[in-house]
């Protein structure tokens, strides 16, 4: 039995003092940690307040990115070190936005999320075709080309620990979700992929998520599917109502 991971990223919304509000709603939720891993994946600047604020509850706190390099003259970039030093527990790596617009490669996807097993950070790793894709009717050879490049070189132990998530681009922020049949017919092709090449084990532990347009009213429908193991969810984590609704979900 897969533990259902739920989380929330905000990309690049609220100012620490927003995030304390979110906060002071959703640290008075019930949420049982041996049902669901709850995660809110922050901007930077606001993780040190995030991981002071979640002690003793059960919401794991996520940055959005790091650097491959454990240190060094990269500008403007954030280590995994550093973040492990503060108490970040997963990070996600390879988002689409990323992507797009700031070079992400399969190949540092596949550095970042090594550089992250090793510290011991959950890497939540990002796939997911275009709508010309889709059309084209590549999404699961352009899907499961990214997560063989992704976890190329891994152990069997270490894809495990690691988190997929399957986020159609066409579906992130547009209120298009994919069917739940589609959005799990993906995730299943991505389990077979990890079959071949990581072996039975490694694929049936590892979580798969499925993200792009997620909100109370579809999650359980996907939810409900056999190879999708929670979500990784945009907009409908910016509010704490909306994101405990998700983990209530997810851990019933
Ligand atoms: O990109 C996403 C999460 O990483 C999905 O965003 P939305 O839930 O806003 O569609």
């Not at 809110?40 to 991981?51: E, G, K, S, T, Y």
């Not at 060094?72 to 992507?99: Q, Y």
């Not at 009717?137 to 998530?165: D, I, M, N, P």
């Not at 009213?217 to 056999?226: F, S, T, V």
Request: proline content about 2%; overall charge negative; glycine content about 8%.
């Amino acid at each position: 039995m897969r533990k259902p991971v739920i989380a929330g990223n905000w990309k690049m919304f609220k100012t620490v003092g927003e995030a304390h509000d979110f906060w002071n709603t959703a640290s008075s939720a019930t949420i049982d940690a041996s049902k669901v891993d709850a995660v809110i994946c922050a901007p930077f600047l606001q993780l040190p307040a995030l991981v002071e604020a979640a002690k003793g509850s059960s919401i794991h706190i996520g940055a959005q990115n790091m650097h491959q390099e454990k240190e060094g003259a990269f500008t403007g970039e954030i280590s995994g070190d550093m973040l492990k030093d503060l108490g970040v527990t997963h990070v996600v790596i390879g988002h689409s936005e990323r992507r797009q617009y700031f070079n992400e490669t399969d190949e540092t996807v596949n550095l970042k999320t090594k550089a992250a097993l090793d510290l011991g950070l959950t890497p939540i790793v990002c796939v997911g075709e275009s709508l010309e894709q889709r059309e084209a009717g590549e999404t699961e050879s352009v899907v499961s080309k990214q997560v063989a490049e992704a976890f190329e070189g891994l152990t069997e132990s270490e894809v495990e620990k690691t988190v997929v998530a399957y986020e159609p681009i066409w579906a992130i922020g547009t209120g298009k979700t994919a069917t739940a049949d589609d959005a799990n017919q993906v995730c299943q092709a991505i389990r077979e992929t990890i079959l071949d090449l990581h072996g039975e084990e490694a694929a049936s532990a590892t979580r798969i998520l499925y993200g792009g347009s997620v909100k109370p009213a579809n999650i359980k429908e996907l939810l409900g599917k056999d190879d999708i193991d929670g979500a990784l969810v945009g907009g409908a984590s910016l509010e704490a109502d909306s994101f405990l609704q998700l983990v209530e979900a997810a851990q019933k």
